[in-house]
């Protein structure tokens, strides 16, 4: 996926989870942007960062920009590490990427039960489900999900492992939205309840799959060379 426009700045501060303050290059004021992600994201949004915005396609919008990326303050990366935290970005990447699987059929939005899983495919008479999550946090290169609390996620676990006893295929992908990251884990620390999930997920025959991604400032896209090959095969 590509943002057709993207301007650089300086971020100042986050008043509440929808809006931050930053101050465009070259220009003098502070004027408030859209962020595309509702996480903490403490470890991201550190004052005085550089992040990137994109300018939003709605005349009407009260925000002219979504903030969709940052620069992450790095030790190993002088102009720091580049995140994108658009968590509307890992779906749509994942979408490209299964136009690629070999599925006959890739319908997102599929609703299964009492929730609404982001995937079902179908590959001649078997049926597969799949649910998509976005990690943006990272610890000495390992990254982990969720960063927050989600009883959402866990939900959709339970379903997932459901599913599997009614004869579906179905598995949860992490999508990595920054580079050099190849192993997520449960955030056992800030929701134990979700890691307990994954792991009866597992158990019960859900996939876990890591989706690293190229991350550019204006593009996110699947690392071809880095995911996995031949997904649900039998």
């Known amino acids: 996926m590509q943002y057709p426009q993207i301007e650089y700045a300086t971020f100042v501060d986050r008043p509440n989870r929808f809006i931050a303050h930053v101050r465009r290059d070259g220009e003098s004021d502070v004027i408030a942007v859209h962020v595309k992600n509702t996480g903490r994201c403490k470890e991201l949004l550190v004052p005085g960062c550089r992040v990137v915005l994109a300018r939003g396609q709605s005349p009407q919008r009260k925000t002219p920009y979504d903030l969709v990326a940052t620069f992450k303050p790095h ?3 002088p102009q720091g590490w580049l995140f994108n ?13 299964l136009a690629s699987q070999g599925f006959d059929l890739v319908k997102p939005e599929f609703t299964f039960g009492s929730s609404r899983v982001d995937f079902m495919m179908q590959r001649g008479t078997e049926r597969y489900l799949l649910e998509v999550k976005g990690c943006t946090l990272e610890r000495d290169y390992v990254g982990y999900f969720p960063d927050a609390p989600s009883e959402r996620a866990v939900k959709h676990l339970h379903e997932l492992a459901g599913a599997i006893a009614q004869g579906w295929h179905a598995a949860v992908a992490f999508v990595v939205q920054m580079e050099g990251v190849r192993e997520v884990r449960p955030n056992t620390e800030t929701h134990p309840a979700f890691a307990t999930a994954l792991q ?10 890591v989706l690293p991604c190229r991350v550019e400032p204006d593009r ?10 031949n997904v649900f095969m039998p």
């Open 200 to 209: 009866e997920a597992q158990d019960a025959g859900v996939q876990v799959l």
């Open 75 to 77: 030790p190993d990366f």
């Open 85 to 97: 935290m658009d968590s509307q970005a890992p779906n749509k990447v994942v979408g490209e990427w």
């Open 220 to 229: 996110l896209w699947i690392n071809p060379k880095a995911a996995p090959q």
